[in-house]
């Protein structure tokens, strides 16, 4: 008797574990699918016009966003040191802003919420050259309707924001999206 309880007790166990392992699974992969779903859908702000904000630049300077709309393509690129997609980012959008400069094209790093010290020591250490302006809020990203990093916002030079990236993204999507706001 003590046998069948005990390998009642085992089998128990052994399903417990076993369903405990579905129900994980099944949980990460309805994640998944909910993450990847709203990467699918249309950004907000979409089709509209950009909205216009200030913000005080890593330089001194202070970006206006108003002097540019409806006179230059821009791309804004939503970023933090911390976020490895935005690490793998930065050196593609600071080739891209000096590619396409001639173009026209306003190329605007918007970092979110890090200290000068620290931005300063990341771009130094990859010898990245782009204009940086410090969201110390996240008062621009909220504007811009940014929920993950990196997000970039292709906006035409009507002022139009025509494409929205979520996430890494590589070289001939960024240079295509690019294209299409030249």
């Known amino acids: 008797m003590s046998i069948g309880l005990s390998e009642s007790t085992a089998q128990t166990k052994r399903t417990g574990w076993l369903n405990g392992r579905v ?24 089709g509209k016009t950009a909205p216009p904000f200030t913000a005080p630049m890593l330089d001194g300077a202070v970006f206006d966003m108003a002097e540019h709309l409806g006179k230059n393509p821009i791309l804004l ?8 997609p ?16 001639s173009q026209g094209l306003v ?14 020591g990341f771009l130094n250490a990859r010898s990245l050259e782009l204009p940086v302006a410090l969201d110390e809020d996240s008062r621009v990203a909220s504007m811009y309707n940014v929920r993950f990093l990196p997000t970039l916002v292709f906006i035409d030079r009507d002022g139009t924001i025509k494409h929205v990236r979520t996430g890494a993204v590589s070289e001939s999507e960024l240079e295509r999206n690019i294209r299409k706001i030249l």
Do not use: Q, S
Not at 107 to 120: D, H, L, R, S
């Open 23 to 46: 129900v994980l699974v099944a949980a990460l992969l309805l994640a998944v699918w909910a993450g990847y779903a709203m990467f699918l859908r249309k950004h907000p702000l979409e």
């Open 77 to 84: 690129d939503f970023w933090a040191a911390w976020c490895p």
């Open 86 to 101: 935005c690490r793998e980012a930065l050196p593609k959008i600071a080739n891209a802003a000096a590619r396409y400069a």
């Open 107 to 120: 190329v605007c790093a918007v970092n979110i919420g890090e200290e000068p010290a620290t931005i300063n």
